[in-house]
């Protein structure tokens, strides 16, 4: 069983989240800038796309950015990681795994396991929770959670095969026991509702939260039928 340092402990102090919409073409991405209210040292969750609405937001905020988040290595989640990385200065944060798995290089990448750290009065707790990658994490700040990829407010990421299947069915389980119902998750994408919603939610209308074992779990989430117009038609 997966463990989560601290998990009963003080969660830090609650960031102030700004919110960024990003478009590419036909996509739209959602960005993060969580604030320390103290000492407005920031971070970013996977920055895509559209650098002035970074830098915008930052100015804005009066922030000092200190570090970027990066959930999982697909294109749509760190386009602009190493050009944030250089412009302010601050590292690249990404899991051993994901690091690994992908290949990513860069000389600002520090790679974590699981072990909390501080910005500031924020505390950063990475979630392994494999399944859409195999280094994919979450990232628990204050009584947030940022989820990339691996949970929407209206279902899941996908997985390129059984296996991967079988670990995001685990890795949902894994934040069913462990996160509580007033948490707020805000995901990487929306296909419907805004990000921000609570735990409690997604568990009482998220059809990926619903299934009790990993073999039913994984035939529906690689159900045939799902071409590219229908692929985040969850139901």
Known sequence: MRSFVGMNSVFGSEPEVVVLEMFYQFMKNYNYLLIDRDTRLAVIVDPAWEMDKVDLAVEQAGAKLAGVLITHTHADHINLAKVVADRYKCPIWMSQAEAGFSGFEHP????????????????????????????????????????????????????????????????????????????????????????????????????????????????????????????????
């Open 108 to 235: 600002r990448l520090e790679t974590f396991e699981e072990t909390p750290w501080l910005v500031g009065g924020l505390s950063i707790r990475p979630l392994f929770t494999p399944g859409h990658t195999p280094g994919c994490v979450c990232y628990m700040v204050g009584n947030n959670l940022f989820t990339g990829d691996v949970l929407f407010a209206e279902g899941c990421g996908t997985c390129p095969d059984t296996a991967a299947a079988y670990e995001m069915f685990e890795s949902l389980e894994f934040l069913k026991k462990y996160i509580k119902p007033s948490t707020k998750i805000f995901p990487g994408h929306s296909y419907g509702k805004i990000p921000g919603q609570y735990f409690s939610d997604l568990l009482y209308n998220n059809i990926y939260l619903q299934f009790k074992d990993k073999n039913t779990f994984a035939s529906f989430r690689l159900r045939k039928g799902q071409n590219r117009a229908k692929l985040f038609d969850f139901k």
